[in-house]
């Protein structure tokens, strides 16, 4: 059995752009090695996008319904309720890793993320549970947008 990589594109919607361009770069570069997925925005529409059939797509990410530049107020309320939301799952989950005896890297984690889970952790982490995790190994490749 492969080990797994999951490309994690949060803000992709379409075709186009450097998103697409990473994903399937990467995807060209470890399919022999490694089985794919790759975890999208649940908005991501494939129309009109070249993907390799073989690549696995599961949209699962939550992003912010309003864009900055349309509407900043919704745009606002929507990032704080999200942070609220981040905030309440970190403590929720604290049980969760004192049961699996795992809470010293959990707290490390929450700890270098400035006591809150990133923006999408309770997605990937609910995924991860479902697709049982101890099976294989499973690698995270981030695609990050770089700004210049």
Do not use: W
């Not at 999951?6 to 186009?16: C, D, K, Q, R, Y």
């Amino acid at each position: 059995m492969k080990n797994k990589l999951l490309l994690l594109e949060t803000e992709m919607v379409g075709p186009g752009g450097h998103y697409l361009d990473n994903v399937i770069e990467s995807y060209y570069y470890f399919r022999n090695n490694l089985q794919i997925q790759c975890l999208l925005n649940k908005k991501f529409n494939p129309q009109g996008t070249f993907i390799p059939s073989e690549l696995q797509l599961i949209k699962i990410i939550n992003s912010n319904i309003f864009k900055k530049e349309k509407n900043k107020f919704l745009y606002l309320l929507i990032e704080i309720f999200s942070l609220l939301k981040r905030f309440i799952f970190t403590i929720l989950l604290i049980p969760f890793f004192l049961f699996h005896k795992n809470f010293k890297n959990y707290l490390n984690a929450i700890i270098s993320n400035k006591f809150i889970i990133p923006k999408y952790f309770t997605e990937v982490f609910f995924f991860l549970k479902k697709i049982n995790i101890q099976k294989t190994i499973i690698f995270f490749f981030k695609l990050l947008e770089i700004s210049t």
